[in-house]
Nanobody, 121 residues
């Protein structure tokens, strides 16, 4: 079994900061890309940031300059540093990992259970 467990969400005032973590555990052979997505009430899930095994990142303009994604490959842990938070950043944040469970298995996506981030104005 593979588990992705997020932590670090909470309530913060506008302009504040939060740091999310996502720890991957279980039967993992290798992890390719990892990423953060978010879903606000009544909206579709959207990309927040991704990072490849080589460290290349993809961050949309909506959070560029405010959010920073990083990973500790030795610990299979993903991070999201969120600064200058805005009320529109309020959402459930989900961790995603594209990983292989064995040498012979194909890569597939796994998701965490999500962590709530609420930014008050």
């Amino acid at each position: 079994q593979v588990q992705l467990v997020e932590s670090g969400g909470g309530l913060v005032q506008a302009g504040g900061s939060l740091r999310l973590s996502c720890a991957a555990s279980g039967s993992i052979f290798s992890i390719n890309a990892m990423g953060w997505y978010r879903q606000a009430p009544g909206k579709q899930r959207e990309l927040v940031a991704t990072i490849t095994s080589g460290g290349s990142t993809n961050v949309p303009d909506s959070v560029k300059g405010r959010f920073t994604i990083s990973r500790d490959t030795a610990k299979n842990t993903l991070y999201l540093q969120m600064n200058s938070l805005k009320p529109e950043d309020t959402a459930v944040y989900y961790c995603n990992a594209a990983l292989r469970k064995s040498l012979l298995s194909q890569s597939r996506d796994y998701w965490g259970q999500g962590t709530q981030v609420t930014v008050s104005s």
